[in-house]
């Protein structure tokens, strides 16, 4: 009995601390989070079912848009020359703190809200990397904060971004070389997971390009010797990239889609294009990797004896951590503490592992404790690295779909569009605010990371890997 009653006081002590921490600002914060949160999930829940690819998702940033507006922010659409690209602010003065809002789907991976794989549309598009609840959750960010200023208890400006075709072309790129960020102090960002942690981790910087490859056409089997295969200098030039793969760094990594192959067997093919994307963790050592596989299709031309064209889809850099803006949002998440399941909840997702081939654990939400930051990470890219290398970022990882799903799978689409996305949504969108009222609050905590941005940025010059205006109707 003596033991039990122990444990009863130390919990509310530690309770009483976490009262004590939440002042009136984060309090305000979580309730206005909360007030908002049906809105926020149906604004989810409508841009999970409409399920728009890059460059279109023209009705899902529409829904955020207007819910800006109707919330009192100013919005500005079709910024950096693309349409479903805006900005929604409110506030004057300094600082100006920025958040992040994805909302682009993936193809191809439609999905029911159910823990077994069973599309809504063959074939068609889903949120297979819980877009639908990042642009959500960071607006609801926003407007938090928002009503702050409008109250008088923050000084400053507040300013989300519309940032459309983060899966595909990268849009992040142009509304960079736009100067959305140029009066930008600090930017704030998540992304759905199957994890809590304030993310001080990079990614990898990327180029994609495009190779076609132009011959003669000729019957294949009556007169052969007087066609060029477009699809002989493919398959030379894709052999040579395989054969490559031995000589790269460990790190780095080359991705292909070929696209057109030629139509029919009868015929040599006379054109033939293919997708090809080079990545590592540090750009210096991605762009060398890059120049060796463009050679490699010139070589691949002349073997065929074929003509070739290279073009620049889109390139980005590798986050620049910080670990000071790390720091911030780790002790919010502390305050937050994990996110809680239900029965239904927890059982779903394990449905969800059990069909995935993963250990039947559900969902992993206890919070991480601020990792070091690895020299030479996995995992993906993401355009948010060129935001990085313009402005100090801070980022969170927000469980959203049980341990161990598979991302950019039926399965994160299945959670995003229930209630275990929508509470990892919800949460993300408190964490952010709480770390975003810290900024407001104080002047020393942006100055410090601001200073570790320019340490870590160094004499680097950031240079966007782009050519020309965004590929607008390029799909």
Request: hydrophobic share 40%; glycine share 8%.
């Amino acid at each position: 009995m003596k033991r039990l009653t122990t444990l009863v006081l130390l919990c509310l002590v530690s309770l009483n601390l976490t009262a004590q921490k939440l002042n009136s600002n984060k309090k305000a914060i979580i309730a206005s989070v909360e007030a908002h949160k049906e809105n926020l999930i149906q604004i989810s829940d409508s841009i999970w079912a409409l399920a728009e690819t890059a460059f279109n998702e023209s009705k899902s940033a529409e829904v955020l848009a207007d819910y800006a507006e109707k919330n009192g922010l100013k919005v500005t659409r079709g910024v950096a020359n693309i349409p479903t690209a805006f900005t929604a602010t409110y506030g004057s003065g300094k600082p100006l703190i920025s958040v992040l809002g994805e909302f682009d789907a993936l193809p191809g991976l439609s999905q029911k809200t159910v823990p077994t794989k069973d599309p809504l549309a063959e074939g068609a598009p889903g949120h297979g990397c819980g877009h639908n609840m990042f642009g959500a959750a960071s607006l609801g960010a926003a407007i938090a904060i928002k009503e702050q200023i409008e109250a008088g208890k923050l000084k400053g400006t507040v300013k989300f971004l519309g940032t459309p075709a983060e899966e595909k072309y990268f849009a992040k790129v142009w509304m960079v070389e736009a100067g959305l960020w140029d009066d930008v102090d600090v930017n704030v960002s998540w992304h759905p997971g199957a994890n809590i942690e304030a993310d001080v981790q990079s990614g990898l910087s990327l180029i994609d390009f495009i190779v076609e490859f132009h011959g003669q056409a000729a019957h294949a089997s009556a007169d052969p010797w007087n066609g060029r295969s477009a699809s002989d200098a493919l398959e030379l030039y894709t052999t040579g990239i395989n054969y490559y793969r031995e000589h790269i760094k460990p790190t780095s990594r080359i991705h292909y889609h070929i696209q057109d192959g030629g139509q029919v067997v009868n015929v040599v093919p006379d054109y033939s294009k293919i997708w090809v994307r080079v990545r590592d963790p540090k750009r210096k050592i991605m762009l060398p990797t890059y120049e060796r596989v463009k050679k490699m299709a010139e070589g691949a031309a002349i073997m065929a004896n074929v003509d070739y064209k290279i073009s620049l889809v889109s390139g980005i850099y590798e986050v620049l951590v910080n670990r000071t803006g790390g720091e911030i949002m780790q002790k919010n998440l502390e305050l937050l503490g994990p996110i809680s399941y239900t029965d239904q909840e927890t059982a779903f997702g394990k449905a969800i592992q059990k069909a995935t081939g993963k250990p039947e654990v559900g969902m992993d939400s206890k919070i991480e404790s601020l990792r070091e930051t690895e020299k030479n990470p996995g995992g993906g890219s993401t355009d948010v690295g060129d935001v990085s290398w313009n402005v100090p970022n801070i980022n969170l990882s927000v469980t959203v779909a049980p341990k161990d799903t598979p991302w950019h799978s039926w399965a994160v689409v299945a959670c995003g569009g229930m209630s275990i996305g929508h509470k990892g949504m919800v949460y993300a969108s408190k964490a952010m605010a709480m770390t975003m009222a810290d900024l407001f609050e104080n002047p020393k905590l942006v100055t410090k990371v601001k200073e570790e941005f320019k340490t870590r940025k160094g004499d680097e010059k950031y240079e966007a890997m782009i050519d020309g205006p965004p590929p607008i109707g390029n799909n």
